[in-house]
């Protein structure tokens, strides 16, 4: 009999809830709404997306024309 791994949704990193990942969660959109540095952090990270090859923050390494 061969071993099938069940899908399982994303679990959060920052409330532990699953259904969604540290980069959309609602309850660190909240508490850096209400002053949390911490959660001000995440969603700041979350919004800045850079390129991995070559550092630009115009675009991701998908779309890299260089890569």
Known sequence: MSYTRT???PRCS????EGHNRNNCPTAKQDAASG???AKRVVERAATKKCSYCSSEEHTKTTCEKF
């Open 7 to 9: 899908k399982r949704p």
């Open 36 to 38: 949390s540095e911490y």
């Open 14 to 17: 920052y409330c532990y809830n």
